[in-house]
């Protein structure tokens, strides 16, 4: 059973550039979360989504961030026109509807975007 | 708005001492989950804690929830190199329809041979 996967391990973009970042959750997993984290930070909530569905996108910034699960295919998280200070790197995780209310979440090695 | 704060923010042992990380939520809290972050790897989860005043034990490590609901502690005894890492304290907000966890600001743990 293969765990969460995230690409692109590493992403490099240039300012206004697009990054997408990809995530497929573990296989029966239906729910989905972004998380941010800063060079020597913690991890900050960005957006929990179903499948077709946002649930919660309170930690989402207003512009230029987007993020969609679709019914086929993996959780798209969109950065529009990157700034330096969207270099970070960008966790996916997920987690059963079984633990629904227990919340635990199974992380993916990450994405690393760095902005030039 | 909702807090997890975590003490110390930084510790560094010898091998063999014991170690301990505190967390503190602003608010009660239904479960809190400990997870551990090793250098340029990602979170891991490591254990829930549901009921008030729980421990739990996994090998060296010991994990209490507070009789509030509102604080927790992860203790190491006699750290070895391979503890190394950020140790995340994380509690679910929001509730009904969202599951989302607020993280602990972290404990990074150094351990000296």
């Known amino acids: 059973n293969a765990g969460v996967m995230q690409n692109p391990r590493h992403l490099v973009r240039r300012r206004g550039q697009e990054a997408r970042l990809r995530c497929s959750p573990m296989?029966?997993?239906?729910?989905v979360y972004w998380y941010r984290q800063l060079p020597e930070e913690g991890l900050k909530f960005m957006v929990y989504l179903q499948k077709e569905n946002i649930i919660d996108e309170s930690g989402m910034p207003k512009e230029r961030f987007s993020a969609e699960f679709p019914k086929e295919g993996p959780s798209i998280l969109r950065i529009q026109q990157v700034v330096r200070g969207d270099s970070a790197a960008y966790f996916c995780?997920?987690?059963?509807?079984?633990?629904?209310?227990?919340?635990?979440?199974?992380f993916g090695a990450g994405t690393r975007l760095s902005v030039l | 708005g909702q807090q997890v704060m975590q003490i110390p923010q930084y510790q560094h042992v010898q091998e063999g001492e014991d170690f301990t990380t505190y967390c503190n939520s602003s608010t009660t809290l239904s479960n809190i989950q400990w997870y551990k972050q090793r250098p340029g790897g990602h979170p891991v989860f490591l254990i829930q804690l549901v009921k008030s005043g729980e421990v739990k034990k996994q090998k060296r490590l010991t994990f209490q929830f507070g009789e509030a609901k509102k604080n927790s502690s992860l203790h190491i005894t006699a750290t070895q190199t391979t503890d190394v890492g950020t140790y995340f304290c994380a509690g679910p907000f929001g509730g009904g329809a969202t599951n989302k966890l607020i993280f602990g600001t972290g404990t990074l743990l150094a351990v000296q041979p």
């Open positions: 995780a997920s987690s059963p509807p079984a633990e629904l209310g227990k919340n635990i979440q199974y």
């Open positions: 296989k029966g997993h239906s729910h």
